[in-house]
Each structure stands twice: as structure tokens, then as C-alpha cells.
């Protein structure tokens, strides 16, 4: 029997088929082709393993093997098989369109996930390309009992998409958030088996995946084999929500993961209302722009009808879903829009998590509204709305992520606080403790420890770190008006130096004196020379 293929070899093998394509389109579209390519060698590689148990456990012949699979799987033609599509030597990019949208009309759950990357165009890629593609999926089989675990092919998918994301650059952070931040957030909203978790903006599924391991680890975390939890998310573009589908699907778990703008359009619904979730967590794009597309529609209307271009206001913004309650975020900042979103999707006694950037803690005018409403409550003409929200914030090091080298914060809001942490909000200032890297910062296992750990101590005891973890009364950040700058409520510990104002002071006059002996000196110089004024 082959020896299986481990996860080190698994890895390695994939990344190699990025070379394959260096030169032929830009990096950053590496992984929409790669994956499908991925999914396929999977796909086949599976189907031809069970024609085999078949065949082997009820002596059937390879046609009915095949045709009672089919009954299960969906018409699976030999032009879509993997034996068919590498003996081919032109036009394979159709031929892969073609198995791709076979595959798509037999599961309906990939609909549109295999066929948002198209193939077929010579221009991008050329038969040669994509035979030397194939040649180099072919050298190793893909099946359940040629791998030491089932969803190995998951993890080694996930690093793919890390290792996209890194080659990428900038445009990495479109669709991955470090693995080391996601798992941070999913230790502190603490996902329980049996609940929902929903994200919002998805992006490659990697929080839904992590939400999923972490309740998998935990007593009957595990239902008939697969994580005991159901979830949910949704992602605006379009191949990184195919890669999303991809990368639940190799894990073997399932999720209902959407398509489409979470804040103009949400796709989770019961009914005309936002579906609610036990669970919510995200990482939004920072400072997303223009976030409402209706009212920036309307404006650009307005400029093709000759009228002079117009800043829309977006007090003009009307939510059918009920959403922005605490107020409307300015039209350059949408990180309260997402949290308001995520609010709105959680149950009573639910728990969000939401990575957003530092600005969000301090920025005035109506972020700054918004802020004081999740803190204290309001007491608007639209109705009283519930304060107290904050369970935590975590300042983050900066140079995280890959689009931005800012420094973030995780904020916890809480719809049931337990009643010993009312009236207090946990800060912890980790923006110290780090691995530095050259061009981007990385969370240890210690770091994400020690902030887990130290939320924990606050959250049941209200324990309190030095220069590290404080629990801060909303008494206290009403005196500061509402501002939650991390800097104002934990002291990094660092000594200051003392300045000696007077002694300053006589130095200065010494330099003064020591500078009119230089200029005398320069003009006696300048004079011996005939060059004086």
C-alpha cells in the first residue's frame, strides 16, 4: 500500500503550481485557478475511490459501481474525469469549463462556486500552461484513504490561501485575516456546541473554519463526525466567496454561506427580519467608503444628468432592517455600520466579535454618537435603546494584517453581561507583545494566551493586569466623554524621562556662547581671505 500523503508534502506539492503560472496572470488571481483545479482532482479522485469500495465490498462490475454512485453524486460524465481532461491537448481550458458546470448542475449547493473562474480563454491561459497544470495535480491522488486525515486537505487548503494572500500583498487582506488574530477572536466569543455563527463578511471562510475547530475541542463538540454547530456567512465578491464555499466544503463542513452586499442587501433573513445567530463575528474592511450604494446610485444619476457633482448625505440613509438605530456612521467610515449589522443579527443572549481600526474608539461627530450609544444607551425620539454593550476591547500590535499597517482592536459586545461585569467595560492593551516580522507583524501562542487568559480573569473576577488589563466603570469613560482611547485608561509602563528645565536651559546658553566663538573665529578667517562682508 502507497505510503499517505502528509500535510507537509500536501502543502508543498500545491504551492509548487503556483511557479506553473508565474507570468501568465497576476498573482493575486493564482488562487482562483489553482482551486478550482484543487477541487477537481478532490472531486474525482473521491468518486473513483467509492467505484473502487464498491466494486471491492459488492463485486460489481466498474459500469454499475459507477452508475450507482452517480445515482448519489449526480451524472458525472467521462469528459468532466480526470483521466479524460490530462490525456487532452488543446482547448482544456473548455473542457474544464465544461466538467466545472457539469459538476455545478449535479450539487446545487456549488452553484456558480467552480464556474466564477472561467478557463477557457487562451488569452489568460494556454493549452501548454494548463496541460503542465494538470501534469503537476496529477502526481499525487487526492482520496479519503490517501491522506492521514479527512480534512487535511482542508488545512493544507487554508494555506494556500495564506500563502495567496501573502504573495499578494496589500490585496491579501481582501480575503484572509491572519490565522493567529481569527483564532484570538474565536477564543474570546467562546462559540459553544450546538450554537450558530455567523459572519457577515466572510471573506475566505477562515473565521467560520476556526469558529468550527474551536467546538470541535470541546465536550459533544462533535455531531455524527462533523463540528456540532451551524453556520453562516456572507462575502460581496465573487470568487472570494467561491473560495469560501471551497474551503467549507474540503473541510467537510457545511454552511450556508451567501452572496451579495451585507449592508445594503443581508441574505440571512426569517422573513422581512435579520435571521439571529448565537454567535457573530467578523473583520470588516477598515474605513470601507461609500458604504451605501442606493444613495451613491442616485448621486451618479444625478452627475450624468449634468448636475454638479454632490457629496450624497447619508442622514438620507433608510435601513428597512432596522439596523443603524444607534446612528447613521459618516459615508468614509463604515466600521459602525458593520457593528451595528452584527448587533442587530445576535440573539438576546448573544455574543459578537468585530475587528475594526483604533479610530473607532475616539473619532467624534456621529461615530462618536454611536460609541456613547452602545456605551450608555439613548434615549432617542425613535425609542430607548439598550447601553452597556462593551464587554471588552483588545488593542492589537500594529502591522497585523496585510492591507494596512495601522493598528486594530477587537471589540466583545455582549447582550447579557453577567451581572457582576454591569457597568464596566474590560481594556486590555496587548499592542506590546508580538513576533516582528520584515514586512508584516504576527500574534505567538503566548500572546493570544495571555489576552485570552487575562479576559477570562476580568470577565468571572474582574482581575486586573498592571500596565496591562484593566475593568474601567462607564463612570469613568463618561468622564472622558465617551472616548475609549486605550491610552487614556492603561499606562504602558514605560518611564518617562524627567526634563531638568533649568539645567536645559544653562546648556543652551553655554551652546549660545560656543556658537559666537565659532562665528568670530569664521570671520577673522573670511577677512584674512578678503572674502568678509
Request: overall charge negative; some cysteine; charged content about 25%.
Amino acid at each position: 500500500m502507497a505510503d499517505k500523503l502528509s500535510l507537509e508534502t500536501l502543502e508543498s506539492w500545491l504551492w509548487e503550481s503556483a511557479n506553473i503560472l508565474r507570468g501568465s496572470i497576476d498573482s493575486s488571481d493564482f488562487k482562483n485557478y489553482i482551486f478550482g483545479l484543487l477541487f477537481l482532482k478532490r472531486y474525482n479522485d473521491v468518486f473513483e475511490e467509492r467505484v473502487s469500495k464498491l466494486r471491492e465490498d459488492e463485486g460489481l462490475s466498474y459500469q454499475d459501481a459507477q452508475e450507482e454512485i452517480e445515482d448519489k453524486w449526480g451524472a458525472f460524465p467521462i469528459s468532466a474525469r480526470w483521466f479524460d481532461l490530462i490525456s487532452r491537448s488543446e482547448n482544456i481550458g473548455e473542457a474544464l469549463d465544461k466538467a466545472f458546470a457539469t459538476i455545478e448542475a449535479n450539487n446545487p449547493e456549488l452553484q456558480h462556486v467552480l464556474t466564477a473562474t472561467q478557463y477557457g480563454d487562451k488569452r489568460v491561459l494556454s493549452d501548454t500552461t494548463l496541460q503542465r497544470l494538470l501534469r503537476h495535480f496529477n502526481q499525487y491522488k487526492l482520496g479519503n484513504e490517501d491522506m492521514y486525515k479527512a480534512d487535511m486537505l482542508g488545512d493544507a487548503y487554508e494555506y494556500l490561501i495564506k500563502q495567496f494572500a501573502d504573495d499578494a500583498g496589500k490585496k491579501g487582506g481582501e480575503f484572509y485575516t491572519p490565522k493567529a488574530v481569527v483564532q484570538l477572536v474565536v477564543e474570546l466569543i467562546n462559540p459553544q456546541p450546538g450554537h450558530s455563527v455567523y459572519d457577515p463578511t466572510c471573506g475566505s471562510g477562515g473565521m467560520l473554519v476556526e469558529s468550527a475547530h474551536h467546538v470541535s475541542r470541546q465536550p459533544n463538540g462533535t455531531l455524527m463526525g462533523k463540528p456540532n454547530l451551524l453556520l453562516y456567512g456572507q462575502e460581496k465578491n465573487l470568487g472570494t466567496w467561491a473560495i469560501a464555499k471551497l474551503n467549507l466544503y474540503l473541510h467537510n463542513m457545511h454552511a450556508a454561506i451567501e452572496r451579495g452586499d451585507t449592508l445594503v442587501d443581508p441574505k440571512h433573513l426569517d422573513g422581512d427580519y435579520l435571521k439571529t445567530f448565537d454567535r457573530v463575528i467578523a473583520n470588516p474592511p477598515f474605513s470601507a467608503k461609500f458604504w451605501w450604494t442606493p444613495l451613491e446610485l442616485s448621486n451618479e444619476h444625478e452627475q450624468e444628468n449634468g448636475k454638479k457633482p454632490k457629496a450624497p448625505s447619508y442622514k438620507q440613509v433608510s435601513d428597512p432592517y432596522g439596523r443603524l438605530v444607534y446612528g447613521i456612521p459618516p459615508r468614509g467610515y463604515a466600521d459602525l455600520a458593520f457593528a451595528q449589522h452584527m448587533l442587530a443579527s445576535l440573539k438576546a443572549d448573544g455574543r459578537m466579535g468585530i475587528i475594526l481600526p483604533h479610530g473607532v474608539l475616539f473619532r467624534s461627530g456621529e461615530e462618536g454618537n454611536i460609541r456613547k450609544g452602545l456605551l450608555f444607551g439613548t434615549n432617542a425620539a425613535s425609542g430607548n435603546q439598550q447601553g452597556d454593550l462593551i464587554e471588552a476591547i483588545v488593542g492589537l500590535p500594529s502591522a497585523l494584517f496585510y492591507n494596512t499597517g495601522i493598528p486594530a482592536c477587537v471589540l466583545i459586545l455582549n447582550k447579557q453581561k453577567p451581572a457582576a461585569l454591569k457597568g464596566q467595560v474590560i481594556i486590555i492593551d496587548a499592542s506590546r507583545e508580538y513576533l516582528e516580522g520584515k514586512a508584516q507583524n504576527n500574534l505567538r501562542v503566548e500572546d493570544i494566551t495571555r489576552i485570552v487568559n487575562a479576559h477570562k480573569a476580568a470577565f468571572e473576577q474582574q482581575t486586573e493586569v498592571k500596565n496591562y488589563c484593566r475593568v474601567v466603570t462607564l463612570d469613568e469613560i463618561r468622564s472622558n466623554d465617551g472616548n475609549l482611547n486605550i491610552a487614556r485608561y492603561i499606562d504602558n509602563g514605560e518611564i518617562k524621562e524627567t526634563v531638568d528645565v533649568a539645567a536645559v536651559l544653562v546648556q543652551l546658553e553655554k551652546l549660545a556662547e560656543v556658537e559666537a566663538q565659532i562665528d568670530s573665529r569664521l570671520n577673522r578667517y573670511l577677512a584674512e581671505l578678503g572674502l568678509a562682508k
